[in-house]
Structure formats: C-alpha cells, structure tokens
C-alpha cells in the first residue's frame, strides 16, 4: 500500500499536486489517529494539525494553498 498526499485547488475538480509519502503505516495511523488497520484504505481531507504532522514525520513541505487529502493505492 502506497500512501500520497493529493492537493485540489479551489478552481479544479482534479488532483493539481502529488506527493507520495515515506512513512511508517504505524506512523501513519497515530497521525491520523485510527483505531482500526482497514481505515488505512480510504480518502481523508487533512487537517492543520495533521498537515504539519505529515510534514514532519516524512520531512515534506505540503503546498498551503491547497486542500490537502490523504490517499492510497497499491503498490
């Protein structure tokens, strides 16, 4: 399972940034503070919190003018 970052903007129905993740899934979940490993699979819009979190733990800069949504396919 690949984990990404994908960034809309505000004018596009359509991804406008990627940027794949290299972090631990355990890492991961307390991140995004799942409880159970099958929500690992879905889309989830990131917070302010969880951006910054994202940030550190995978030592990325994330674009601010974008809503930002964790996603994943597999690999």
């Given at each position: 399972?690949?984990?990404?970052?994908?960034?809309?903007?505000?004018?596009?129905?359509?991804?406008?940034?990627?940027?794949?993740?290299?972090?631990?899934?355990?890492?991961?979940?307390?991140?995004?503070?799942?409880?159970?490993?099958?929500?690992?699979?879905f889309?989830?819009?990131?917070?302010?919190?969880?951006?910054?979190?994202?940030?550190?733990?995978?030592?990325?800069?994330?674009p601010?003018?974008?809503?930002?949504?964790?996603?994943?396919?597999?690999?």
């Amino acid at each position: 399972m690949i984990h990404f970052i994908t960034g809309y903007s505000s004018e596009n129905d359509f991804p406008v940034f990627r940027q794949d993740l290299v972090i631990s899934l355990a890492r991961l979940k307390e991140i995004m503070r799942w409880e159970d490993d099958g929500e690992c699979v879905f889309s989830y819009k990131l917070n302010g919190e969880q951006i910054k979190e994202v940030e550190i733990a995978a030592l990325v800069e994330l674009p601010k003018a974008l809503e930002l949504y964790l996603d994943c396919e597999e690999d």
